[in-house]
């Protein structure tokens, strides 16, 4: 891709959720979970000041119970620079990924590979081996041959809990799947783009 493609296919302003996506230290990211960690030790201190009847302590719960929301949105702006990051990778493919936003987001879980005219098409048996090296999970879904594609499944499967690392599983697996299948593969079959949906 080049770089005016790359940087025309993703949010020209990535979200907290999309920088937090690229890291492994998104879960350390999610406010909400951070603002629950510093409500309950706001809750456990004035409890423990209650009980031990020195109210002087008052201002040191108070900048403990700050301390994991204020961890958390320092790790957030560290992660702004993550657009950058997502358009120079996207510059080194031979092949355009579209739809990026989408998995940064947290909400793709599949990819659709494209193949140019004449490019012949790996078969299940070559190609699930080769995805299975990556990841077990990672499934050949459809093959499509009168259009030329093969439908991916990433395999990671949502959590309730904690989303954002399951986020940061799925953007992670897609460039692992990228690096050591999808690249190579395109020597010898040539993919036109890549659509995550």
Not at 16 to 36: G, H, I, W
Not at 154 to 164: A, E, F, N, T, Y
Not at 165 to 183: C, E, S
Request: glycine content about 4%.
């Amino acid at each position: 891709m080049s770089p005016v493609e790359a940087n025309e296919s993703v949010a020209e302003k990535f979200t907290n959720v999309m920088n937090a996506t690229t890291s492994s230290l998104s879960p350390l990211c999610d406010l909400s979970v951070a603002s629950v960690v510093s409500g309950l030790v706001l809750a456990v201190g004035l409890f423990v000041i209650r009980h031990s009847g020195n109210a002087s302590s008052l201002y040191a719960v108070l900048a403990v119970a700050a301390c994991p929301f204020l961890a958390s949105y320092v790790l957030l702006l560290t992660l702004r620079g993550a657009r950058s990051v997502v358009v120079g990778w996207l510059t080194t493919l031979p092949f355009a990924v579209v739809n990026l936003n989408v998995l940064l987001a947290g909400m793709g879980d599949t990819i659709e590979v494209f193949f140019e005219p004449g490019a012949a098409l790996p078969d299940r048996s070559r190609l699930q081996p080769m995805l299975d090296r990556v990841c077990d999970d990672i499934l050949l879904v459809k093959e499509r041959p009168d259009e030329r594609s093969l439908e991916i499944r990433l395999g990671v499967i949502d959590s309730k809990r904690m989303p954002q690392r399951t986020n940061h599983q799925r953007y992670q697996r897609l460039l692992d799947l990228v690096a050591q299948v999808l690249v190579p593969l395109s020597i010898t079959s040539p993919i036109s783009r890549v659509i995550v949906f």
